[in-house]
């Protein structure tokens, strides 16, 4: 038996992925690091226009450059493509590599309309290959805590909050600029969907209902000088009677106005209420989960740790390889993302017209 499982383990594919831009290069930075000591799967190319940033990329991590994303595409030595360029690039770059047969992390916001979007997941089931989306990073990583709301940790859930404020995101490292970020031409809006698409997702999961109505404002409140909203607050109404509310900004500016630091000095926060308890949780510090369970005497907090000095493991791409080598379908699906998309343009719609917006499903 243990022989048998090291020669499974010895003859496991390993799986070789490629950059499609480095437009959210917080992603494309992220994914190299963790993918040094990840024994599924290896960063062989990146495409991307920008030569500086491109070799300044490629040269870093030892892997290929490329200037254009059909390069990459015609690789048959490619399993995987991370796509991550300007957003208004992502559809193209997604129904392409459906196309050409690769497996797919897709970057976020997914796409500037809702027909790209359509046109995206169409591609995607009609050439069978396989897509996790990286705004639906907690469909993996929060599945403790569903499982635990599910079997009643706090009674029935009835109210969510979520929090999502940031310094203003930044086109590459210490540039001291937002650039396409809050360019309207490469991006479907500013802080509320680039921040806060990942907690649409969270909340429709945690839900486990549709998003009935959306009643939303957005605001300039921090940088009058950027053509999207730094600012935008959203409530929902679900199909069975949970109530949601997001924050999602970009207002943090100590000790400056940009990012990567201090996007540490962001919050990114969780509350949720339920009929006999509540739960907050808190990923950018620690202790990360409060918890006053149904019954309990108080509040008790913990701190969900990783593997000691264990090395990064690189989600989403993990989950997806997860899907390839045992045939299921991802959690965090492009599916999916297209329904917390369309909520979040309704957001928007909702905003511009000033009153509470209904979905049909």
């Known amino acids: 038996m243990v022989r048998a499982a090291k020669r499974r383990a010895a003859t496991r594919k390993k799986w070789r992925v490629g950059i499609l831009g480095l437009g959210h ?14 024994p599924r799967a290896e960063l062989v190319a990146v495409a ?12 870093t991590f030892g892997i290929d450059s490329h200037p254009d994303y059909r390069a990459v595409l015609d690789r ?5 493509v991370h796509i991550s360029p300007p957003v208004s690039e992502i559809p193209g770059c997604t129904i392409a590599a459906a196309r050409a047969g690769k497996h797919i992390v897709l970057g976020k916001p997914m796409a500037m309309t809702a027909l790209e979007a359509d046109d995206m997941v169409a591609a995607v089931e009609e050439a069978g290959v396989r897509c996790t989306a990286l705004q639906g990073l907690a469909r993996v990583g929060s599945r403790p805590l569903k499982e635990r709301l599910d079997a009643g940790l706090v009674g029935k859930v009835v109210v969510m909050h979520a929090t999502a404020r940031w310094s203003i995101a930044e086109d590459w490292y210490r540039s001291g600029r937002p650039g396409w970020f809050a360019d309207p031409t490469r991006a479907p809006g500013g802080a509320f969907i680039e921040e806060g698409i990942d907690a649409i997702d969270e909340l ?4 486990g209902s549709e998003v009935e109505q959306v009643e939303a404002k957005m605001a300039n409140l921090v940088h009058g ?3 999207v909203e730094d600012w935008g607050q959203a409530t929902f109404t679900f199909a069975n009677g949970i109530v949601a509310t997001l924050e999602a900004a970009w207002t943090v500016t100590s000790p400056r106005k940009t990012g990567p630091s201090p996007r540490q000095n962001g919050t990114d926060r969780l509350e949720i209420i339920g009929t006999e308890g509540e739960v907050v949780q808190e990923r950018l510090r620690r202790p990360g989960l409060a ?3 149904a019954g309990a005497p108080g509040w008790v907090f913990e701190s969900p740790a990783e593997e000691p000095f264990g090395p990064g493991v690189p989600q989403p791409l993990d989950h997806l390889i997860d899907c390839l080598e045992t045939g299921h379908d991802p959690v965090a699906s492009i599916q999916e993302a297209r329904r917390s998309f369309f909520v979040a343009l309704a957001a928007y719609d909702s905003a511009w017209k000033q009153r509470p917006v209904t979905l049909s499903w």
């Open 76 to 80: 048959t030595d490619i399993d995987v």
């Open 291 to 293: 918890i006053l369970g």
């Open 225 to 227: 000088d950027i053509e």
């Open 204 to 207: 429709r999961w945690l839900a």
């Open 48 to 59: 991307w226009p920008d030569v500086s940033q491109r070799e300044e990329y490629a040269k």
């Open 25 to 38: 290069w917080y992603s494309c930075f992220g994914l190299a690091r963790a993918l040094v000591d990840y």
